[in-house]
């Protein structure tokens, strides 16, 4: 599942100015969202982040025997994994199933206590703007989620970074509050930019370097209809390409607990 292939293939168009079209289904319809006069894809659902994580997604090698643990799954990247690899060895998995009805065997699981999760077993964890909405240490999620990863494995995930600091509180603060500290009224967190190194960046090695065009062609993000101001820096839509060494060693085991008097 560490493999890759040429993630542009097949997806350069001939002429200069590509026709927009959904990299996860083939369609080329796509309804306003906000200022974007195309964004959202009338078939699949998917956003420009969505389809920016099937191009990184589309660079690994997989197949029926890679173990896939995907988080909170986006219908347009089930429907698209379904077709390349099935379902027994395809694991979908949130806090809350019954959003998901297009998932196949989809289970709960609580992000939150997840020392059940076998270790050293997942080729590859994936998922999208997931832990900006645990109510819990992150570090203990990432911990427990990079336990999981088989040695080889890859962890692919959007984390929507913010401008800013690190915020956070699982207080019962109010929808206005939240929105107005974490973005949005069901975020626990902020991603800040300014200070990473505090929070991300203490728990993972991370590239905050991150540019799509080192890996794919700029004529081929704007086929996909991927919007230019996502393709670098750290922002909401922000593929994250980790593996299970760079989760930092000092969040490799759980903090002692203190002793009870």
């Known amino acids: 599942a560490d493999g890759t292939r040429d993630a542009a293939a097949n997806l350069e168009p001939a002429a200069d100015t590509p026709e927009l079209r959904c990299n996860l289904c083939g369609h080329s319809r796509f309804t306003p969202d906000g200022e974007r006069p195309e964004w959202i894809c009338t078939h699949c659902g998917s956003r420009d982040r969505t389809r920016l994580l099937w191009l990184f997604l589309n660079r690994l090698e997989l197949s029926p025997h890679t173990r896939i643990l995907h988080l909170a799954p986006e219908k347009g990247i089930y429907d698209a994994l379904i077709r390349r690899v099935g379902l027994p060895n395809y694991e979908t998995a949130d806090i ?11 289970r709960r699981l609580d992000l939150c206590h997840l020392e059940a999760l076998p270790s050293d077993h997942y080729d590859l964890i994936l998922h999208s703007h997931v832990l ?6 992150i570090a203990y999620t990432l911990r427990h989620l990079h336990r999981a990863l088989a040695p080889h ?3 692919l995930c959007i984390i929507p970074f913010l401008s ?17 500290r974490f973005g949005q009224f069901d975020h626990v967190r902020r991603f800040g930019r300014d200070n990473i190194e505090r929070h991300l ?8 370097h991150f540019d799509a065009t080192r890996t794919f062609p700029p004529k081929a993000l704007r086929s996909c209809n991927i919007h230019e101001i996502v393709w670098r820096g750290l922002t909401p839509e922000t593929v994250l390409t980790l593996k299970k060494a760079d989760l930092k060693a000092s969040q490799a085991t759980e903090p002692a607990r203190p002793a009870l008097d």
Do not use: V
């Open 201 to 208: 960046g203490a728990i993972l090695d991370l590239d905050t």
């Open 153 to 155: 494995g890859i962890h």
């Open 96 to 106: 809350d199933p019954k959003r998901y009805p297009f998932a196949a065997n989809i």
């Open 132 to 137: 900006e909405h645990t109510p819990c240490d």
């Open 164 to 180: 800013g600091c690190w915020d956070e509180s699982f207080e019962d603060i109010g929808d206005a509050e939240r929105e107005r």
